[in-house]
């Protein structure tokens, strides 16, 4: 995989046995989301798009919170929400299209995203989280539409995400009063897959999921991907002739024929990782 350009300073990541592990690492700031981690999470999730080197993004964190969500200082100095006209107010609409790109990154990637999650989980954490795929929880996590208890309106995908994965009425509770969701709440209501004991441990849940992943034929998981995002979206007779296009594009006699003979000789699957993509825009010709 081709190196990023700079080197990270809200992030580390590796990549082992086609697994990608992004860590947010800036505990003593409760990993809250500032300017320069949307420009490193964007340029990360840009790189993994392009390699097929990782078949699963895994995503945690450090310290005691997985993340506070926005930092003060992105409405600071960083970005001026200028609330004084129709253009500075158009402005405000612009801006936020290029934050909501940003964790729409993880729901467009290529990959599965499955996060770990400790402590409090708040305000824009909710909106990336809410994107990924699958997530694991320790027994004190939380979430939090932190938004409300600060007068604004969620506005980064928790309100458009969110009513896909939980009932209504749930997002509305949590919406309109601000309270805090206990990670019970949260798998009781769907919204995490289990609640572990600690951070290693639903590290460790979320590194086994991965490695499952990551054993499949990617080809057959990027389809996976796309048919169940679309189905979310559309009616069942919509979805199901999606399916027979995915189908029909990628459909292996080989892949099939390796995964049966893996299973019956009880080993791993070789398969062809995704290929890597090359933009147009990017080629110096």
């Known amino acids: 995989m081709n190196p990023l350009t ?3 300073t809200c992030f580390t990541l590796t990549v082992s046995d086609h697994i990608a592990h992004l860590v947010l690492n800036r505990p003593e700031a409760m990993n809250t989301l500032h300017p320069t981690f949307w420009r490193e999470l964007d340029a990360v999730l840009a790189q993994l798009h392009r390699s097929g080197e990782a078949r699963v993004l895994v995503m945690s964190s450090t310290g005691k ?30 801006t936020l299209g290029n934050l909501q790109a940003t964790f729409t990154r993880l ?3 290529r990959i599965p995203v499955v996060v770990a999650i400790q402590g409090g989980c708040i305000g824009g954490a909710v909106d990336m989280v809410t994107a990924c795929c699958i997530r694991y929880a320790t ?18 995908g928790t309100l458009q995400r969110l009513p896909k994965l939980i009932p209504e009425a749930v997002v509305k509770e949590y919406a309109y009063t601000g309270r805090r969701m206990s990670a019970q709440k949260a798998l009781a209501y769907g919204l995490v ?9 639903a590290l460790a849940a979320a590194m086994q999921c991965a490695r499952e992943i990551a054993a499949k034929p990617p ?6 991907k796309q048919v169940i995002h679309y189905t979310r979206d559309h ?3 919509d979805g199901l002739r999606q399916m027979g296009w995915v189908q029909g594009a990628i459909w292996s006699n080989a892949n099939v024929r390796e995964a049966v003979a893996a299973m019956k000789e009880k080993r791993a699957g070789a398969f062809t990782s995704l290929s890597d993509l090359h933009f147009f825009n990017e080629i110096d010709r």
């Open 139 to 156: 027994a004190d996590a939380f979430f939090c539409i932190q938004e409300i208890n600060i007068g604004m309106v969620a506005d980064v």
């Open 235 to 237: 009616t069942v007779e």
């Open 6 to 8: 700079h080197p990270l």
């Open 65 to 94: 919170h997985f993340s506070a969500g926005m930092a003060l200082e992105v409405f600071g100095g960083a970005i001026a929400m200028d609330d004084q006209s129709p253009e500075g107010r158009a402005a405000i609409f612009d």
């Open 193 to 201: 897959n289990e609640v572990l004991d600690t951070p290693e441990a």
């Open 107 to 109: 729901e467009t990637l």
């Open 219 to 224: 080809v057959a998981i990027w389809g996976t």
